[in-house]
Antibody, heavy 120, light 110 residues
Protein backbone atom coordinates (compact mmCIF):
# COMPACT_ATOMS: atom_id res chain seq x y z
CA UNK A 1 0.00 0.00 0.00
CA UNK A 2 1.35 3.39 -0.99
CA UNK A 3 2.47 5.61 1.84
CA UNK A 4 3.99 9.07 1.70
CA UNK A 5 6.02 10.73 4.45
CA UNK A 6 7.18 14.33 4.54
CA UNK A 7 10.36 15.27 6.37
CA UNK A 8 12.46 18.34 6.93
CA UNK A 9 13.20 21.17 9.36
CA UNK A 10 10.26 22.42 11.37
CA UNK A 11 11.73 25.90 11.78
CA UNK A 12 13.17 28.13 9.08
CA UNK A 13 14.44 31.69 9.42
CA UNK A 14 12.95 34.48 7.32
CA UNK A 15 14.70 35.03 3.96
CA UNK A 16 16.18 31.53 4.04
CA UNK A 17 15.10 28.49 2.02
CA UNK A 18 12.64 25.82 3.12
CA UNK A 19 13.55 22.30 2.02
CA UNK A 20 11.33 19.26 2.42
CA UNK A 21 11.45 15.68 1.19
CA UNK A 22 8.61 13.29 0.49
CA UNK A 23 9.53 9.63 0.87
CA UNK A 24 7.54 7.11 -1.13
CA UNK A 25 6.94 3.56 0.05
CA UNK A 26 4.83 0.92 -1.62
CA UNK A 27 5.15 2.39 -5.11
CA UNK A 28 7.66 3.80 -7.50
CA UNK A 29 8.08 7.45 -8.40
CA UNK A 30 8.53 6.46 -12.03
CA UNK A 31 5.41 4.32 -12.23
CA UNK A 32 3.19 4.97 -15.21
CA UNK A 33 0.10 7.08 -14.77
CA UNK A 34 1.20 8.73 -11.54
CA UNK A 35 2.39 12.22 -10.81
CA UNK A 36 3.46 13.79 -7.53
CA UNK A 37 2.59 17.05 -5.87
CA UNK A 38 3.03 19.42 -2.95
CA UNK A 39 0.17 21.24 -1.21
CA UNK A 40 0.31 23.46 1.85
CA UNK A 41 -2.12 24.69 4.48
CA UNK A 42 -1.44 27.65 6.79
CA UNK A 43 -2.64 27.29 10.36
CA UNK A 44 -6.41 27.61 10.37
CA UNK A 45 -6.42 28.23 6.64
CA UNK A 46 -7.25 26.59 3.37
CA UNK A 47 -5.31 24.35 1.03
CA UNK A 48 -2.96 25.82 -1.55
CA UNK A 49 -1.54 23.84 -4.46
CA UNK A 50 2.21 24.43 -4.77
CA UNK A 51 3.23 22.31 -7.73
CA UNK A 52 3.62 18.91 -9.36
CA UNK A 53 6.43 16.83 -10.76
CA UNK A 54 6.06 14.17 -13.43
CA UNK A 55 8.19 11.03 -13.79
CA UNK A 56 9.90 12.53 -16.83
CA UNK A 57 11.08 15.41 -14.63
CA UNK A 58 8.65 18.03 -15.93
CA UNK A 59 7.49 20.39 -13.23
CA UNK A 60 4.52 22.73 -12.97
CA UNK A 61 4.07 25.38 -10.30
CA UNK A 62 1.45 27.68 -8.89
CA UNK A 63 1.87 31.04 -10.64
CA UNK A 64 1.94 32.78 -7.27
CA UNK A 65 4.89 30.71 -6.05
CA UNK A 66 6.70 29.85 -9.29
CA UNK A 67 9.48 32.40 -8.79
CA UNK A 68 10.50 30.84 -5.46
CA UNK A 69 9.73 27.12 -5.85
CA UNK A 70 11.64 24.14 -7.16
CA UNK A 71 10.37 20.58 -7.06
CA UNK A 72 12.85 17.85 -7.91
CA UNK A 73 13.10 14.08 -7.85
CA UNK A 74 15.76 11.93 -6.30
CA UNK A 75 17.67 9.53 -8.52
CA UNK A 76 16.66 6.73 -6.17
CA UNK A 77 13.08 7.14 -7.42
CA UNK A 78 11.73 6.79 -3.92
CA UNK A 79 11.54 10.44 -2.96
CA UNK A 80 10.98 13.89 -4.30
CA UNK A 81 11.70 17.28 -2.79
CA UNK A 82 10.39 20.80 -2.39
CA UNK A 83 12.51 23.91 -2.12
CA UNK A 84 10.93 27.29 -1.34
CA UNK A 85 13.30 30.24 -1.30
CA UNK A 86 13.17 33.61 0.46
CA UNK A 87 10.53 32.52 2.94
CA UNK A 88 8.49 34.87 5.11
CA UNK A 89 6.04 34.31 7.94
CA UNK A 90 3.33 33.89 5.31
CA UNK A 91 4.99 30.61 4.29
CA UNK A 92 4.31 29.10 7.72
CA UNK A 93 2.09 26.11 6.99
CA UNK A 94 1.62 22.38 7.10
CA UNK A 95 3.17 21.03 3.94
CA UNK A 96 1.73 17.88 2.37
CA UNK A 97 2.93 15.69 -0.45
CA UNK A 98 0.44 13.65 -2.45
CA UNK A 99 0.07 11.50 -5.55
CA UNK A 100 -1.97 12.35 -8.61
CA UNK A 101 -3.40 9.63 -10.80
CA UNK A 102 -3.49 10.23 -14.54
CA UNK A 103 -6.99 10.74 -15.79
CA UNK A 104 -8.46 11.09 -12.31
CA UNK A 105 -7.10 14.51 -11.37
CA UNK A 106 -7.31 13.67 -7.67
CA UNK A 107 -4.69 13.93 -4.94
CA UNK A 108 -4.62 10.53 -3.23
CA UNK A 109 -3.10 9.49 -0.97
CA UNK A 110 -1.60 12.30 1.07
CA UNK A 111 1.27 12.25 3.50
CA UNK A 112 0.52 13.12 7.10
CA UNK A 113 1.93 16.61 6.61
CA UNK A 114 4.74 18.46 8.31
CA UNK A 115 4.49 21.86 9.98
CA UNK A 116 7.07 24.40 8.93
CA UNK A 117 7.28 27.61 10.93
CA UNK A 118 9.09 30.64 9.57
CA UNK A 119 10.47 32.66 12.45
CA UNK A 120 13.70 34.21 13.60
CA UNK B 1 -5.42 31.99 -10.35
CA UNK B 2 -7.75 32.74 -7.45
CA UNK B 3 -9.04 30.24 -4.90
CA UNK B 4 -12.42 28.71 -5.65
CA UNK B 5 -15.16 30.18 -3.48
CA UNK B 6 -16.94 28.02 -0.92
CA UNK B 7 -19.29 28.99 1.91
CA UNK B 8 -17.36 29.35 5.14
CA UNK B 9 -19.71 27.06 7.03
CA UNK B 10 -22.81 24.92 6.67
CA UNK B 11 -24.79 22.93 9.19
CA UNK B 12 -27.47 20.30 9.27
CA UNK B 13 -29.18 17.77 11.49
CA UNK B 14 -28.57 14.03 11.32
CA UNK B 15 -30.49 12.45 8.47
CA UNK B 16 -30.81 15.67 6.50
CA UNK B 17 -29.25 16.38 3.13
CA UNK B 18 -27.10 19.37 2.45
CA UNK B 19 -25.07 20.79 -0.40
CA UNK B 20 -21.77 22.63 -0.41
CA UNK B 21 -21.06 24.86 -3.39
CA UNK B 22 -17.73 25.57 -5.04
CA UNK B 23 -17.69 28.55 -7.36
CA UNK B 24 -14.98 28.99 -9.93
CA UNK B 25 -14.52 30.56 -13.32
CA UNK B 26 -14.55 29.59 -16.97
CA UNK B 27 -10.81 28.99 -16.63
CA UNK B 28 -11.14 26.21 -14.08
CA UNK B 29 -14.42 24.64 -12.92
CA UNK B 30 -16.30 25.90 -15.95
CA UNK B 31 -13.79 24.54 -18.43
CA UNK B 32 -12.92 21.09 -17.09
CA UNK B 33 -14.79 18.15 -15.61
CA UNK B 34 -11.95 17.63 -13.17
CA UNK B 35 -13.31 18.77 -9.82
CA UNK B 36 -12.41 16.80 -6.73
CA UNK B 37 -13.61 17.08 -3.16
CA UNK B 38 -11.67 16.43 0.04
CA UNK B 39 -12.77 15.76 3.59
CA UNK B 40 -10.43 16.86 6.38
CA UNK B 41 -10.71 16.17 10.09
CA UNK B 42 -8.80 18.41 12.53
CA UNK B 43 -5.12 17.60 12.61
CA UNK B 44 -5.42 15.06 9.78
CA UNK B 45 -4.52 15.05 6.12
CA UNK B 46 -7.32 15.59 3.59
CA UNK B 47 -8.94 12.53 2.03
CA UNK B 48 -10.51 12.48 -1.42
CA UNK B 49 -14.23 11.69 -1.50
CA UNK B 50 -15.14 12.75 -5.06
CA UNK B 51 -13.06 13.05 -8.23
CA UNK B 52 -13.81 14.12 -11.79
CA UNK B 53 -16.97 15.90 -10.61
CA UNK B 54 -19.05 12.88 -9.64
CA UNK B 55 -16.87 9.80 -9.16
CA UNK B 56 -16.47 8.19 -5.75
CA UNK B 57 -13.27 6.33 -4.84
CA UNK B 58 -13.86 2.86 -3.48
CA UNK B 59 -14.79 2.90 0.18
CA UNK B 60 -16.51 6.28 0.10
CA UNK B 61 -20.17 5.99 1.09
CA UNK B 62 -22.70 6.66 -1.64
CA UNK B 63 -24.20 9.33 0.62
CA UNK B 64 -21.59 11.58 -0.97
CA UNK B 65 -22.26 12.79 -4.49
CA UNK B 66 -20.93 15.50 -6.74
CA UNK B 67 -22.25 17.57 -9.60
CA UNK B 68 -21.42 20.60 -11.68
CA UNK B 69 -23.34 23.31 -13.46
CA UNK B 70 -21.44 25.90 -15.39
CA UNK B 71 -18.63 27.25 -13.22
CA UNK B 72 -20.08 25.96 -9.96
CA UNK B 73 -19.50 22.50 -8.57
CA UNK B 74 -21.46 21.02 -5.70
CA UNK B 75 -21.00 18.32 -3.10
CA UNK B 76 -24.17 16.82 -1.70
CA UNK B 77 -24.24 14.76 1.46
CA UNK B 78 -27.46 12.85 2.03
CA UNK B 79 -28.46 11.17 5.27
CA UNK B 80 -26.09 13.35 7.26
CA UNK B 81 -24.23 11.55 10.02
CA UNK B 82 -22.28 12.84 13.01
CA UNK B 83 -19.05 11.52 11.50
CA UNK B 84 -19.51 13.83 8.52
CA UNK B 85 -18.61 16.82 10.69
CA UNK B 86 -15.35 17.96 9.10
CA UNK B 87 -13.95 20.57 6.73
CA UNK B 88 -14.53 20.09 3.02
CA UNK B 89 -12.42 21.46 0.19
CA UNK B 90 -13.03 21.42 -3.54
CA UNK B 91 -10.23 21.41 -6.08
CA UNK B 92 -10.27 21.98 -9.82
CA UNK B 93 -7.84 21.39 -12.62
CA UNK B 94 -7.14 24.81 -14.10
CA UNK B 95 -5.34 23.93 -17.30
CA UNK B 96 -1.64 23.90 -18.16
CA UNK B 97 -1.07 21.23 -15.52
CA UNK B 98 -2.13 23.56 -12.68
CA UNK B 99 -4.68 23.13 -9.89
CA UNK B 100 -6.63 25.42 -7.62
CA UNK B 101 -8.30 24.63 -4.30
CA UNK B 102 -11.41 26.07 -2.73
CA UNK B 103 -11.50 28.20 0.39
CA UNK B 104 -12.97 25.38 2.48
CA UNK B 105 -16.30 24.79 4.22
CA UNK B 106 -16.73 23.73 7.83
CA UNK B 107 -19.63 21.31 8.17
CA UNK B 108 -21.32 21.12 11.55
CA UNK B 109 -23.77 18.36 12.40
CA UNK B 110 -26.27 19.75 14.85
Amino acid sequence: QLQLQESGPGLVKPSEALSLTCSISGASFIGNNYYWGWIRQPPGGGLEWIGNIYPNGDTYYSPSLASRVTISADASNIQFSLSLRSVTAADTAVYYCARLTHGQYQFDPWGQGTLVTVSS
Amino acid sequence: QSALTQPRSVSGSPGQSLTISCSGTRSDVGNFNHVSWYQQYPGKAPKVIIYNVNNRPSGVPDRFSGSKSGSTASLTISGLQAEDEAEYFCCSYAGSYTYVFGTGTQLTVL
